[in-house]
């Protein structure tokens, strides 16, 4: 079946320090999202891109989707400490059910 | 809006006992969606609906896993007999056909089964 593979699995950043990851796929898929889940919380959606090469930004996060439609990256750059959570990202396809990667969680460092 | 609001927010039951979760999705919404989240196995859909109808339930586990949706508003995921290996976080999600692919969700429900 489908497959999304997300990495890095975990990461440890200097307050101010860029952060970059990324998910691939086997399959091609209509739409990639990227959410963040807080602890307690559901996953809320960052971004959302629906064009092969799409590159789309929200504030301080920048995510593309591949011009295979088979992987994508999301940026943030000057993370902060509330940027603290588990991101994941997910691909659609045509039905709009979501496949999800494991999660990136990303820790700030003291 | 008041988002996708699920009850109760925690719940710990004896083996053995049925359990229900509930979920009110954005007024609006036309489909709706019951996951699981695990340390093990990540966010695992277990059914959803479009408009009110169940459209895919490959994903319950089993026989003692059911869902309805009997209004537009309102979803009940319901398990009977829980069993520890329920144990989880249950979100439900919801979305608009017409608003794109991506899904608001809950804030969960912790079950845990002793």
């Known amino acids: 079946g489908q497959q999304l593979n997300q990495s890095p699995q975990s990461m440890f950043i200097q307050e101010g320090e860029d952060v970059s990851m990324n998910c691939t796929s086997s399959s091609i898929f209509n739409t990639w999202l990227w959410y963040k889940q807080d602890p307690g919380e559901g996953p809320v959606l960052l971004i959302a891109?629906?064009?092969a090469g799409e590159l789309t930004s929200n504030g301080r996060l920048t995510a593309q989707f591949g011009i295979t439609r088979k992987d994508s990256f999301l940026n943030i750059s000057a993370s902060i400490p509330s940027d603290v959570g588990i991101y994941f990202c997910?691909?659609?396809?045509?039905?709009?059910?979501?496949?999800w990667g494991a999660g990136t969680k990303l820790i700030i460092k003291p | 809006d008041a988002g996708v609001i699920q009850s109760p927010r925690h719940e710990v039951t004896e083996m053995g006992q049925e359990v229900t979760l509930r979920c009110k999705p954005i007024?609006?919404?036309?489909?709706l969606f019951w996951y699981r989240q695990t340390m093990m196995r990540g966010l695992e859909l277990l059914i959803y609906?479009?408009?009110?109808?169940?459209?895919?339930d490959s994903g319950m586990p089993e026989d003692r896993f059911s869902a309805k949706m009997p209004n537009a508003s309102f979803s009940t995921l319901k398990i009977q007999p829980s069993e520890p290996r329920d144990s989880a976080v249950y979100f439900c999600?919801?979305?608009?056909?017409?608003?794109?692919?991506?899904?608001?969700f809950g804030s969960g429900t912790r079950l845990t089964v002793v």
């Open positions: 891109l629906y064009k």
């Open positions: 609906f479009n408009n009110n109808v169940p459209i895919d």
């Open positions: 997910a691909g659609s396809d045509s039905n709009y059910q979501l496949i």
């Open positions: 007024s609006g919404h036309d489909y």
């Open positions: 999600a919801s979305r608009v056909s017409s608003g794109g692919a991506g899904y608001t």
